[in-house]
């Protein structure tokens, strides 16, 4: 893991194959670091939790069997 130390309205570049993402520290408050991204439009930015919920959620949907799968939907369409 690179470290690297910045002050507010200062920037690091992280280059890659679709092009440059720059990293701006934007404000900093005690317990608080703000920070814009400029990146190009294909590339996906997100935060780690929601990246990890995202993949938690995605392994659960792999474990459900067909009859699960119809038990719900059917379950769903009784609720009108």
């Known amino acids: ?3 690297l130390s910045r002050k507010a309205n200062e920037s690091l570049l992280i280059e890659s194959a679709d ?6 520290v ?7 670091v703000r920070l814009g991204i400029q ?3 294909n590339c996906k930015i997100l935060r ?3 990246a990890q919920t995202m993949q938690h ?11 699960d799968l119809r038990s719900a939907i059917s379950n769903f369409k009784n609720q009108d």
Not at 26 to 32: L, V
């Open 57 to 67: 959620n995605r392994l659960a949907a792999a474990k459900l069997s067909t009859a």
């Open 39 to 41: 990146a190009p439009q």
């Open 26 to 32: 934007t404000e900093i408050t005690p317990g608080q």
């Open 48 to 50: 780690k939790e929601l």
């Open 19 to 24: 092009g440059v993402i720059e990293v701006v």
């Open 1 to 3: 893991m690179l470290i």
